[in-house]
Every structure is written in C-alpha cells, then in structure tokens.
C-alpha cells in the first residue's frame, strides 16, 4: 500500500471554469489527473487530497467533481481549501461517499502513522496581512491544534499533516504553524495552493526541525499524485 498527495484538482465537470486561462500546462488538465490517478493509484492505496478540489459553490455544482474523486482508485483523505465553497458539513458529506474521509478538526489514520491537516491561511508577510486575515490565521491554529491533538489522544507516535496553504509566508519564515508543529510529533508535511513558478518558487520544501515539507500543488507535480510513502 502506499500513500499519494495532489492538491489542487480544481475540476469543474458542471461549471464553467476552464482553467487553461491560467497558463497552457493547465490545458485537459482534469483529464491528465485522472489519467495519471489511474495509471499510478491502485485500491490498496490512500491518496491525500488537502483542497480546492471543486470550483462548485454548492454541493449540487460539486457532486460531479466529487463524483470522479470518488470512484477513482485508492482512499481518499480530503481537506478543504480556499476554494471549496460546497463544503458545508463533514458528516453529511461522509454519508454521501461512504469511504472517503473529510477531515476537519480530527485525524484519520494510514497505516501505523496519524494524518492531521486544516486548510491554514496566509502566514504574516510584508505585502499585505490585514486584520482580517489576521483572524482567520489565528482561527486556523486553533483548528489545527483541534487535529493533532485529537490524534495524539489516540496515542499516535507520528504524523503526516497536510494543508491547503503554505505554513510559511513567501520568504519562507518560520510562522506560529510551524511552531505549533514542534510541539508534536510531525515528521511530514505537504500543501498546495501556489500556482505558477513565481510562487512555486515561494514554497519551502526540504527539511526543517526534523520535518520534511513537500508542495504537491497539482501544476507543480504535472498533475500526476505523487507518492510520499
């Protein structure tokens, strides 16, 4: 079995949001993830889905999207991301696609490891950071602190944790994400939500504090899961 992460999916099977707007690499893009998906993804494994999944604002738009996640190989673990409008409530979700697994403010599991994630937000930054975005990122540690903590009251010894945003700004400075991390037994974290190279090239990947960060935006990785265990 092995465990596979791509952010980013941004399918749009009911609405019209064609994403090739973005650059020519995000031409059939949907097709090329499921393609990939298929070629790479086999049932006994688990792929990490950590948001923007759908461009539908209600379920009724994202039921075709989640639809395709849904009966493409493999488990699936989702994470809600800036985009993902639909996203009401986890449980009613769950009930709709028995199987996959929204995660928000709790943990799953993938073999002997505990998966944790929020969608986090901008991290504090020279550009712009309002007092909104203030909130919103105080309010995403207190939801991030909600899943690891649910997953070490389960007695978990390591985890993998996934987020929608970076959990550093683009200076890749340390923020009260990755200081909340060292408090826990992480030892993995991946995230999406950098389009293009002049913010892939934001991104921090490598290791720090013992933690290795990998981005698995979907135009980053040519749309295909990559696997990370």
Same mark, same amino acid.
């Given at each position: 079995? =092995? ?12 609405? +019209? ?22 070629? $790479? ?6 792929? $990490?889905?950590? =948001?923007?999944? /759908?461009? #539908?604002?209600?379920? +009724? ?8 996640? !849904?009966?493409?190989? #493999?488990?699936?673990?989702?994470? #809600?991301? *800036?985009?993902? !409008?639909?996203?009401?409530? /986890? ?12 995660? @928000? ?14 969608? =986090?937000?901008?991290?504090? *930054? ?6 909104? +975005? ?23 010894? @390591? ?9 550093? *700004?683009?200076?890749?400075?340390? /923020? ?19 389009? =293009? ?12 504090? #013992? ?19």
């Amino acid at each position: 079995m =092995g465990l596979f992460a791509i952010a980013d999916l941004h399918f749009a099977f009911s609405v +019209d949001k064609p994403m090739d707007i973005f650059g020519e690499n995000w031409k059939n893009h949907s097709q090329r993830i499921i393609e990939s998906w298929k070629e $790479l993804v086999t049932e006994e494994d688990t792929v $990490l889905l950590p =948001g923007d999944l /759908s461009w #539908g604002m209600r379920i +009724d738009e994202a039921a075709a999207d989640l639809d395709v996640i !849904y009966n493409l190989p #493999g488990r699936k673990i989702l994470l #809600g991301g *800036n985009h993902d !409008y639909w996203w009401k409530s /986890s449980s009613k979700l769950e009930a709709r696609y028995p199987g996959m697994r929204f995660l @928000k403010n709790d943990f799953d599991r993938y073999e002997d490891w505990a998966v944790c994630g929020t969608r =986090g937000w901008l991290c504090p *930054n020279d550009v712009r950071f309002t007092e909104q +975005d203030k909130k919103i990122y105080e309010r995403e540690q207190v939801r991030l602190k909600l899943s690891l903590d649910a997953a070490m009251r389960s007695g978990a010894e @390591k985890i993998i944790l996934m987020m929608h945003f970076p959990p550093m *700004n683009d200076k890749k400075e340390d /923020s009260a994400f990755t200081e909340l991390f060292k408090e826990y037994p992480i030892e993995k974290v991946v995230y999406g939500h950098l389009h =293009g190279a002049a913010s892939h090239a934001t991104a921090f990947e490598g290791e720090r504090y #013992g933690i290795t960060y990998e981005l698995i935006a979907a135009d980053y990785i040519d749309f295909r899961p990559k696997r990370i265990l």
